[in-house]
């Protein structure tokens, strides 16, 4: 809100469960159903328990690029089996959902709290890093101006099959680094089998 995005929020209980929120946010937030959230944005940001992924509306996102956020946590999402055994990464999966969609990965790898708070301004000297992968170059380029708005340094990983890098588990997850370790990082990745 700060940034001057108009916000248009929703989640799986009903807009009437969102006033606190957008209260809370201010007069250029409001609340919607999916549906029309997801038709309302020029772009979108999908955070949700990775097992509700197919939950998210199709047809609205048509055209646009969506923002995944999401980490598998086997113990609230069940086995993904394609998941447990490498062959996919939750934002492909996001991606084969939403066909013509351009998803890009972003904003998983940060703590909620510290996408606020963590930021500095461009040129600050160890700058916090931040992930993003896209099959298509105007979805990552979204997510790195956005990052440089909150503050935060991009490391472009490439295409989404390669976005496991950052999924959790990984020597890059919910870590503070800058740009150099997070390519430290990701390039000591390994990929679970």
């Known amino acids: ?13 009903g ?27 020029d772009f979108a ?3 949700v ?3 509700n992924y197919k939950d998210v509306p199709v047809e609205p996102l048509a055209g646009k690029i ?19 055994k490498g062959e996919a990464t939750t934002s492909g999966l996001l991606q ?15 703590m909620a709290s510290e996408i606020t708070t963590d930021g500095t301004p461009t040129g600050t000297e160890n700058r916090r890093a931040l992930a993003t992968a896209s099959d298509y170059p105007e979805a ?24 496991w890098r950052v999924e959790r588990d990984r020597p890059a997850y919910v870590v503070r680094q800058n740009a ?8 000591k990745a390994t990929r679970t089998v």
Request: no cysteine; aromatic share 8%; charged share 25%.
């Open 15 to 41: 807009p009437e469960t969102l006033a606190d929120l957008v209260a809370e946010l201010g007069p250029g937030a409001r609340a919607a159903t999916a549906a029309e959230a997801a038709a309302a944005g």
């Open 140 to 163: 990552a380029e979204l997510v790195t101006r956005l990052y440089d708005e909150f503050g935060f340094d991009t490391v472009n990983i490439g295409l989404l099959e390669d976005s």
């Open 49 to 51: 328990p990775l097992k």
């Open 1 to 13: 809100m700060e940034l001057g995005y108009e916000v248009v929020i929703s989640n799986s209980r």
């Open 180 to 187: 150099q370790e997070l390519k430290d990082n990701l390039a």
């Open 96 to 110: 084969e959902h939403l066909p013509e969609s351009k998803v890009a990965k972003g904003f998983n790898h940060i």
């Open 45 to 47: 940001v999908v955070t």
């Open 66 to 84: 969506v923002i995944d956020t999401n980490n598998y946590y086997w113990e609230r999402d069940g086995r993904i089996p394609e998941l447990d």
